[in-house]
């Protein structure tokens, strides 16, 4: 990227790498269009050694490709203990029911509906090594339901959401 870092630059590029390397840091980022929130976040992204990952819409992307690519990012997040930035601009919202799966996503660390039966049943089996590794704990046999509180709580830690608005948008007050 060619950027031209100047004072407020650099003091907003060193307030997002403190955000998103903090456990469980989100951001939302209010500018104008060019005002440089998506590029520093994909430099802050790069310092913090973090993935960086961003919609890329086509004229059939919808809940169904949304919902499947959270679930990617889930994966990174979770059982692989990646840390992940996931930007996502006004531009990127086809339907506020994108909205209403980041808000749930930072509320609970949850998306209704996002893995199906099967995946709630293999998620806990795939996080019992990464838990006993990490907890250091021999003899005990961690519940299901423990193991996927363990999986949920992973994901709010490694995966940082940053919304990037515009105030001129006319639906910046109600998506805020």
């Known amino acids: 990227m060619a950027l031209v870092i100047f004072d407020d630059a650099l003091g907003h590029l060193l307030k997002i790498c403190r955000i998103i390397n903090t456990p469980g840091g989100n951001a939302m980022l209010v500018g104008v269009g060019g005002s440089g ?5 994909k430099l802050s992204s790069y310092i913090c050694r973090q993935f960086f990952f961003q919609v890329t819409l086509n ?56 893995f199906v039966k ?18 250091g704990t021999k003899g005990e046999d961690p519940t299901s339901a423990f193991l996927w509180n363990y999986f949920i709580n992973r994901c709010k830690d490694h995966l940082h959401t940053v919304l990037c608005f515009s105030p001129v948008s006319p639906k910046f007050r109600v998506r805020a």
């Open 118 to 135: 099967e995946d709630r049943d293999l998620i806990p089996l795939q996080q019992k090594g990464v838990y006993m590794k990490e907890a």
């Open 59 to 114: 004229k059939n992307y919808g809940d169904i490709q949304f919902k499947e690519d959270i679930k990617q990012l889930y994966n990174v997040a979770g059982p692989a203990g990646g840390a992940v930035t996931f930007i996502l601009t006004d531009a990127e919202i086809k339907s506020e029911t994108f909205l209403e799966a980041i808000n749930s996503m930072l509320a609970t660390g949850e998306i209704p509906g996002l």
């Open 37 to 41: 929130k998506q590029s520093l976040t």
